[in-house]
């Protein structure tokens, strides 16, 4: 090999490693020797790391192991050299005490593993909830070209009644159970027939919900986040998506941080709104702004949401599943329904803008993709409020709450934790009733690690006389599959002494949605005195993980992430020794 065409792809990050004739270049090479990759492969090919979050105890992402297979011909297709690396797999139902701290945890391991290693682009491969924005937290952090892949929706069984065989029929299921309505027979029976395929949520749950917004970030190349995990082709996309990451190599970008600017947040939320999507994508969103530099604020979610209709018709604030939105025109069909709305000219991982996409786009099924002027239901589909409760900040997911509680005043009736609300909530004896706020507390980032409790259950006794919706508040997160009148995210969290952990059975709370206020209606003396005696609770997380998250997590407005991974990184290059004739490994 002569040294001009050595250098001739001298820019890319591998050639650091790999396109040198001395004693560093020698190592490098020799070792992926054993891969069967030879010195004129490394030395004129980019390299493309495949980071794969599939595993066995996770349904979600079970495909990814075949569309690996498919993103390397691709890879291979182009020209590139196709190394695969297994990350951490955060499977949402099985993973206790709940998936989200592990999010960080897969977004630092994301982002050592790009810089790391000798890779000009990535291609993610995730699914399950919090595989999606952690793979994005770490790429954005490594700032190497990068382009995602979702395993895809699974494919649910039908049940009679509909297709109720998905997490939001679970939802619906449990509570005709708990009202006393449903024999275990039936519960049983659907128990067997729920999972129909591997892949994520078919409806708009928060991996669902993720998938979408990545497509309106850019990073995804349009019309993939809806194929079915089971459709031919979504292995047709991996194919291209291993093509794309090549050229991506080869031409140095864009990179995450030159997509993800103001304009693709705002693309993003506004797909949120459309869908009516899991409030757990605002979080995440919060976060991968963070660490790109973007100073994206919990109000910029309700300025949005307060000019985008919900135009999905998709569960759980619409009638069907996912695959109805993708057979109707899928994320380019909505760029072009909300093309007043968005910023045109963002750009994409795939070259085009969103503009371009949408100009391409057409609706075919105008229930499933509606227009503006006719939205699924009226009103804003996220809501975000402040007040003496929740100084800085609390979300709603009103696409799936009951408007008629949206204006409520109403007695406090407070649980510690989670144990108490499940020790006690159909306790005969609890003073309760159906105009009651339900408060659970100490359940938020530090308190808990910020599980989805949020749907707190309504009391037997209530459900049985009909009653279905309630004043839910509480500083963890809800499903995005999940429903009712749920005040979620309350920050500061209780754990960490903010206004949440002063609350008394018996004081009166007030909502009010139109005026986006979450009010404690006890005076300022009396919050003082509640003050001044509160204390934190012990520290039960003393090592490892845990700990580490405990002590640097932020709060629920800023996104949940580490307080020393936001903001941009310097260089996307390692340390380490790479010229020369000493060296080692």
């Not at 009638?319 to 380019?332: F, I, N, S």
């Not at 979620?488 to 909502?511: K, N, W, Y």
């Not at 934190?536 to 640097?552: I, M, Q, T, W």
Request: proline content about 6%; overall charge negative.
């Amino acid at each position: 090999m002569t040294q001009n065409s050595a250098d001739s792809g001298a820019n890319l990050r591998s050639a650091r490693w790999f396109r040198k004739n001395d004693l560093p270049g020698f190592i490098h090479r020799s070792t992926l020797a054993m891969d069967g990759w030879s010195r004129d492969d490394l030395m004129q090919r980019p390299v493309i790391g495949i980071l794969n979050t599939w595993s066995d105890l996770n349904p979600c992402n079970l495909s990814l192991r075949t569309l690996a297979v498919k993103v390397r011909e691709g890879i291979l297709a182009a020209g590139g050299i196709p190394l695969e690396v297994p990350l951490m797999s955060i499977s949402e139902n099985l993973v206790k005490p709940t998936s989200f701290p592990f999010r960080n945890l897969l977004a630092m391991e994301a982002e050592e593993t790009i810089r790391a290693y000798p890779l000009d682009a990535v291609v993610l491969l995730s699914g399950c909830d919090k595989t999606q924005p952690a793979l994005l937290m770490g790429a954005a952090s490594a700032n190497v070209p990068a382009i995602v892949l979702n395993s895809g929706p699974a494919t649910p069984r039908s049940m009679s009644g509909g297709a109720l065989a998905t997490a939001n029929g679970v939802w619906k299921f449990v509570d005709q159970m708990r009202a006393g309505t449903l024999p275990d027979k039936s519960f049983e029976t659907f128990e067997r027939n729920v999972m129909g395929s591997p892949g994520h949520c078919a409806e708009m749950g928060t991996a669902s919900s993720m998938s979408i917004v990545t497509e309106a970030l850019g990073l995804a190349l349009s019309g993939s986040s809806l194929v079915p995990s089971t459709d031919a082709r979504r292995g047709q996309f991996a194919r291209l998506v291993g093509q794309r990451a090549v050229e991506l190599a080869q031409t140095g970008g864009p990179t995450p941080k030159e997509i993800l600017d103001h304009r693709a947040f705002d693309n993003a939320i506004s797909l949120l709104c459309a869908i009516g999507g899991s409030t757990n994508v605002i979080i995440h969103l919060l976060a991968l702004a963070g660490r790109v530099g973007v100073p994206l604020q919990l109000d910029r979610f309700d300025e949005i949401a307060r000019k985008v209709p919900l135009i999905a018709n998709v569960q759980p604030a619409g009638e069907h599943l996912t695959e109805r939105l993708m057979m109707a025109g899928g994320v380019p069909a909505l760029f072009k329904e909300l093309s007043p709305l968005l910023h045109l000219d963002a750009r994409t991982v795939e070259g085009r803008t969103i503009g371009e996409i949408a100009d391409a786009a057409e609706t075919t099924d105008d229930e499933i993709i509606r227009p503006r002027h006719r939205p699924v239901r009226p009103g804003e589909s996220l809501i975000v409020v402040t007040g003496s409760l929740a100084p800085d900040g609390a979300v709603i997911k009103a696409a799936a709450a009951d408007p008629a509680l949206f204006q409520h005043r109403g007695r406090a009736v407070v649980f510690e934790d989670v144990q108490s609300l499940a020790d006690c909530i159909d306790d005969p004896a609890l003073e309760i009733d159906e105009n009651s706020v339900l408060v659970l507390r100490n359940v938020g980032p530090r308190g808990a690690a910020m599980p989805e409790w949020g749907m707190l259950p309504i009391p037997r006794r209530l459900m049985a006389r009909g009653i279905r919706d309630m004043v839910r508040i509480s500083d963890a997160r809800m499903s995005g599959t999940a429903y009712g009148t749920a005040v979620l995210h309350v920050s500061p969290e209780a754990a960490a002494g903010g206004p949440l952990a002063l609350v008394r059975t018996g004081d009166m709370i007030e909502l009010d949605v139109a005026g986006r206020r979450l009010d404690l209606l006890v005076d300022e003396d009396e919050m003082q005195r509640r003050r001044a005696a509160w204390a934190a609770r012990d520290e039960v997380h003393l090592r490892g993980y845990r700990k580490l998250y405990n002590s640097h997590v932020e709060q629920a407005h800023k996104g949940c992430d580490f307080d020393f991974l936001r903001g941009a990184n310097p260089d996307n290059l390692p340390e380490g020794l790479f010229d020369g004739w000493v060296s080692g490994w």
